[in-house]
């Protein structure tokens, strides 16, 4: 019996499943749910913010790196290898993506976000 694999959709919707979600919190105490997909997952041209991961030895995620975009297509998987900070994020051993759609993709709201969450995070490759 051979078993085929078709190419998985992009993420930034599951229209017939839902994907793995994790939940972050931000200063303000605002939770946010986030997809979480491995790095490499492609992605629809959504807007939003993002969080580069690792596993923690206690189970839990450790937050690298977060960022907010445009397009999670061409931020976390076309042009991914041109971030400004991918060497960083690589060396600290991130294996996972977290990403929280922005409805609207509203600038401004997108920076509250990554702000209030960068507020409540040690996140070693943003530049504080």
């Known amino acids: 019996m051979t078993t085929h694999f078709q190419k998985p959709p992009p993420?930034?919707?599951?229209?017939?499943s839902t994907p793995p979600m994790v939940t972050s919190v931000g200063a303000s105490g605002t939770r946010y749910q986030f997809q979480i997909n491995a790095i490499g997952t492609p992605y629809f041209p959504r807007p939003?913010?993002?969080?580069?991961?690792?596993?923690a030895s206690n189970g839990n995620w450790d937050v690298v790196y977060i960022g907010e975009t445009s397009s999670?297509?061409?931020?976390?998987?076309?042009?991914?290898?041109?971030h400004h900070q991918?060497?960083?994020?690589?060396?600290?051993?991130a294996t996972h993506i977290l990403t929280?759609?922005?409805?609207?993709?509203?600038?401004a709201t997108r920076e509250a976000i990554e702000?209030?969450?960068?507020?409540?995070?040690?996140t070693p490759c943003n530049q504080q």
Not at 11 to 16: D, E, L, N, Q, S
Not at 48 to 55: S, T
Not at 72 to 82: C, N, P, T, V
Not at 100 to 107: A, D, K, S
């Open 100 to 107: 929280l759609h922005v409805q609207g993709g509203i600038l």
């Open 48 to 55: 939003g913010v993002y969080m580069f991961v690792k596993r």
């Open 115 to 122: 702000t209030d969450l960068r507020r409540n995070h040690v």
């Open 11 to 16: 993420y930034g919707f599951a229209p017939t």
């Open 72 to 82: 999670f297509e061409r931020r976390l998987y076309q042009d991914l290898h041109l």
């Open 86 to 93: 991918w060497p960083g994020i690589q060396a600290h051993g």
